[in-house]
C-alpha cells in the first residue's frame, strides 16, 4: 500500500489572509463548509484568533462568534485549527482574566475537536510560557502543534534550530511543524532540515506549512514526501497559492505521481473550488495562481498575509505605489533590530515603521510603541533585541515615550478579583450574553461592535453550480419577466410574478 499524504487546509484562514486581507465572509464560507467535512482533510482551519475576530467586526461587519458557530456545526467530523495559544482570541494581558477565560472555554464549547497552533521559536517560548501553556490547552481539551518557523539570517543556523527542535519535542506536543511563512524553503534547505526535524520529532507527527511568494513551494512539498513527511498545509483555489500555500489539487496530483496516496477526495474539492471561484469573482478578490521565482523574497522576508495587508493599507492612504520603497527600508529596519523572524508580531512592526519612515522621509523620526518595547527587551531573549545594532537602540531608549512606557510596565495588568458579573457591567449590562462581553472587551468598547449589529445578517452568495436558482434569480431582477415555464420529461414548474400591490389612497 502507498504512503498516505494527509492534509491540513487553510483556506477558510490563511488563503483568506494571504491573498484577501481576510476579506472571506460567512456567506462565502456556508455553502462550502459541509463538503470540505466530507473532502478528508486531516485538519481545517478557522478563525478564533484575535486579529482576525477584529478584522470580521471592524472590516466585514459580521460576527465572528456566528462564523465559528457555523464552522463547527457544518464540519462536525474534521479537527478544526487555527494560530492562537492561551489568549486565544487576543485579548491582552489588560482585559480582566475572568474575560480571557471566559472566551477560552467557549471556544472549548463550541469548536470541537480542536487543535492550537503555536509559533515556539520567535522568542524564549520554549522555555518560558509553553512548559505551562501545553498542558493548560490539553485541560481545555485542545490538541497542540508547535510551529518552528523558518528564517534567514546570520544567527539562524542549522545548529540552533537543531537545538530547538529537540526542545519542542520534549514538551510532547501532538504534532510540530516547519513553517515557513515567508515562502523562503528551496528544495536544498527542505533537504537539510527535514531529516533534522523527523529526528527531533520521534513518534510526533511532522508537517509543512509553506507559502508559494517565491514559487517554489510545490516543489519544496514535493521533496518533502520523499524525505518522509506526511502531513501538508494547503489550501483550495482560488485562496491557494500566489502569497498564501500550494494547491490542494496541485500537490495532490503531484503525490500520486511520485508514487503516494493523497487522502482527499479531488473530485469534491474540484467543485468546491469553482464556487468559491465564483465567489471571489462576486467580490473582486484576486484569485490565487502560480507565481514566478522572486529573488526579492529572500531579502525582505515579508509574509504573504503581511504583504496583502500592506497593499490594503498603503492604498487606503495613497501609497500604493510606493510599496517597494517600503520593502526596502523594511530590510533595513530588520537588520537594525537584529533579525527578528519576520512573522507575527514581528513582521506587522517591522512593516508598520518601515511605512512610516518612508511616509515621514526621515528615518526613525517616529517611533512606534512596539518597537520602543522590543528594545527595551519586553518581547523575550532570542526575538532579536539582544543582537540590535547599539546606537540605535540607545536612540530609541533615550526618548521621551520610552520613559513613559517604562513607568507603565508591561501595561495594565488584568483585575484577576473582578467578577464575570462585573465584567458585564464594565462592557454593557448584566443581561449582555458572553460572546458579547468577549467581543466587546476585545474591541475595547461597544462602537465597533453595535456598528456591525446594525449591518444586518451576513451577505449571501450563489455560484453557476446552481443553475437554476442563479437563473430564477437573473430573472426576477427584470421586471419586464411574468412568468417562468419550466418542463422536464413529464414534470411541469410554474413561477408567476406577482402583481405590484395598488397603491393605497393616501399614497396617490
Known amino acids: 500500500m502507498a504512503d498516505e499524504i494527509h492534509f491540513i487546509d487553510t483556506t477558510f484562514r490563511d488563503g483568506s489572509q494571504s491573498l484577501w486581507a481576510m476579506g472571506m465572509r460567512y456567506g462565502m ?21 484575535g486579529i482576525f475576530f477584529k478584522k470580521i467586526v471592524r472590516d466585514l461587519k459580521e460576527d465572528p462568534w456566528h462564523t465559528l458557530r457555523m464552522l463547527s456545526e457544518r464540519m462536525p467530523r474534521t479537527l478544526k485549527t487555527c494560530m492562537g495559544a492561551l489568549n486565544l482570541v487576543g485579548l491582552g494581558t489588560s482585559a480582566p482574566r475572568v474575560v480571557q477565560e471566559l472566551a477560552l472555554q467557549m471556544v472549548a464549547d463550541i469548536v470541537q475537536p480542536y487543535r492550537v497552533q503555536v509559533v515556539c521559536n520567535t522568542a524564549d517560548q520554549l522555555t518560558r510560557t509553553l ?212 512573522i507575527t508580531p514581528y513582521s506587522q512592526h517591522v512593516v508598520t515603521q518601515a511605512s512610516i519612515n518612508v511616509a515621514t522621509g526621515e528615518r526613525w523620526k517616529v517611533v512606534i510603541d512596539d518597537l520602543i518595547r522590543y528594545a527595551q527587551g519586553r518581547f523575550g531573549a532570542g526575538s532579536g533585541f539582544e543582537w540590535m545594532d547599539g546606537d540605535l537602540r540607545d536612540r530609541i531608549l533615550s526618548l521621551p515615550r520610552a520613559r513613559e512606557l517604562e513607568q507603565l510596565g508591561g501595561g495594565p495588568a488584568a483585575d484577576d478579583q473582578l467578577t464575570l458579573t462585573e465584567a458585564k457591567a464594565r462592557y454593557g449590562d448584566a443581561d449582555m450574553s458572553d460572546e458579547e462581553v468577549v467581543l466587546r472587551a476585545l474591541m475595547a468598547g461597544s462602537t465597533e461592535v453595535e456598528a456591525m449589529r446594525r449591518a444586518g445578517p451576513p451577505r449571501r452568495y450563489l455560484s453557476a453550480d446552481v443553475p437554476l436558482v442563479t437563473l430564477l434569480g437573473e430573472l426576477g431582477s427584470e421586471r419586464q419577466v411574468r412568468f417562468v415555464h419550466l418542463e422536464r420529461g413529464g414534470e411541469r414548474l410554474t413561477a408567476v410574478r406577482r402583481a405590484d400591490p395598488a397603491p393605497s389612497p393616501a399614497a396617490r
Open 29 to 49: 464560507m456556508e455553502p462550502l463548509a459541509a463538503d470540505m467535512d466530507r473532502a478528508g482533510f486531516f485538519a481545517v482551519e478557522v478563525i478564533p484568533n
Open 131 to 342: 512548559p505551562q501553556e501545553i498542558p493548560a490547552m490539553h485541560g481545555y481539551g485542545f490538541q497542540v502543534a508547535l510551529a518552528l518557523s523558518y528564517t534567514i539570517s546570520p544567527r539562524h543556523t542549522d545548529e540552533l534550530f537543531a537545538e530547538q527542535a529537540r526542545a519542542a519535542a520534549a514538551l510532547r506536543p501532538d504534532a510540530l511543524y516547519l513553517k515557513d511563512q515567508g515562502g523562503l524553503l528551496t528544495v536544498d534547505r527542505i533537504r537539510d532540515l527535514a531529516p533534522i526535524l523527523l529526528a527531533a520529532a520521534g513518534d510526533i507527527p511532522v508537517e509543512l506549512h509553506s507559502h508559494c511568494t517565491t514559487g517554489l513551494a510545490p516543489s519544496v512539498y514535493s521533496e518533502a514526501m520523499k524525505l518522509g513527511i506526511r502531513y501538508l498545509h494547503t489550501g483550495v483555489p482560488p485562496a491557494a497559492d500566489g502569497s498564501a500555500q500550494p494547491s490542494v489539487l496541485d500537490v495532490a496530483r503531484n503525490a500520486r505521481a511520485l508514487g503516494f496516496e493523497p487522502q482527499v477526495d479531488e473530485v469534491l474539492l474540484a467543485s468546491v473550488s469553482r464556487r468559491l471561484t465564483s465567489f471571489a469573482r462576486q467580490e473582486g478578490l484576486p484569485l490565487g495562481g502560480p507565481v514566478r521565482y522572486d529573488e526579492a523574497q529572500f531579502a525582505h522576508q515579508i509574509p504573504g498575509g503581511v504583504i496583502a495587508n500592506l497593499r490594503y493599507q498603503l492604498g487606503t492612504i495613497g501609497m500604493a505605489d510606493r510599496i517597494e520603497e517600503v520593502k526596502q527600508e523594511s530590510i533595513r529596519i530588520r537588520a537594525e533590530l537584529g533579525y527578528p523572524i519576520m
